[in-house]
């Protein structure tokens, strides 16, 4: 398998296919999940004469199962060594939920020839968690509920999200993928519990306001508006106001893995965006 190995010893697995001398994009995959879960785009993509490039999160899918590190500054400077190592130059980001945190930390702090353009789905910037500064957010106890549910039984806890709110399966009339669902539970039973764990306070309590701010590249952030996971009105509405050179598309009724369920929607905007 390929690798890098960060410099605090973790192995973080990528896969890198297509021209080594084409335009690289960087797919960045959400909570508790693997870069395959990209498969459907990186296909696409490399159809298209792209290089496509996707890693597993420290802790998830293939890299090491750590129990340090999982925060959202780590994620980022691990991106920012998996760039260096491929010699990424002019490289599209595009991130999944908790994946667009993580793009959004790494762009903004990003050497500069790196980044081209960033793409935000369903992403939880600026931050998901209710505070004074963030009344509309959710309150901490749901994320707490997420830290029992998978202590007490993460294999049916894994069962259940994308069974119902992850891919809008819940929605009567859904047409319900068995796959999905199994390869959801497979990609999340393959990284580690700890840092699965960690997580969760990394995407839902990480202010990442600063960081959209800071972004002077062009950024297409995709949202859902049945979005159960992450609520569009406290994530995409919001990050649009705070990014230099953002363009926002809403697709009403689709849910939080909209480009799982809908590639057939999703894959043409993210190609016009690349070309244009």
């Known amino acids: ?35 395959d879960d990209w498969d459907n785009q990186m296909l696409f993509f490399l159809a298209n004469g792209y290089r496509v490039i996707a890693h597993d999160r420290r802790g998830h899918g293939r890299s090491d199962q750590t129990d340090t590190g999982n925060n959202m500054d780590t994620y980022a400077a691990d991106v920012a060594e998996l760039a260096s190592a491929l010699d990424l130059k ?12 993580e793009v959004a930390r790494y762009v903004a702090r990003a050497e500069k020839g790196r980044v ?15 505070s004074e500064k963030n009344p509309e957010g959710l309150p901490i106890e749901v994320f707490d509920g997420f830290r029992a549910a998978l ?6 806890f894994y069962i259940d999200i994308p069974t119902g709110p992850f891919y809008g399966f819940n929605r009567e009339g859904a047409e319900i993928s ?47 508006e049945d979005d159960q996971v992450v609520p569009i009105a406290d994530s ?41």
């Open 178 to 224: 068995q796959g999905l669902i199994d390869n959801w539970w497979r990609q999340g039973m393959a990284g580690g519990a700890k840092a699965q764990y960690d997580c969760i306070a990394a995407f839902s309590e990480t202010d990442f306001t600063e960081d959209l701010k800071a972004i002077t590249v062009p950024v297409l952030v995709l949202h859902g």
């Open 151 to 156: 202590a007490a039984n993460r294999a049916q």
């Open 236 to 276: 995409a509405l919001k990050s649009i106001d705070l990014l230099q050179n953002g363009t926002l598309k809403t697709y009403p009724g689709l849910p939080h893995g909209l480009f799982a369920t809908n590639p057939d929607i999703i894959n043409p905007e993210l190609l016009a965006f690349a070309k244009a």
């Open 116 to 130: 081209a353009k960033a793409v935000l789905i369903a992403a939880v910037p600026p931050v998901m968690v209710r």
């Open 1 to 35: 398998m390929a690798t890098i190995t960060t410099r605090d010893g973790t192995n973080i697995f990528y896969k890198d296919w297509g021209p080594k001398d084409a335009q690289p994009i960087v797919f960045h995959h959400g909570w508790p999940l693997s870069g």
């Open 90 to 101: 002019n490289a599209i980001h595009i991130g999944h939920s908790t994946g667009g945190g």
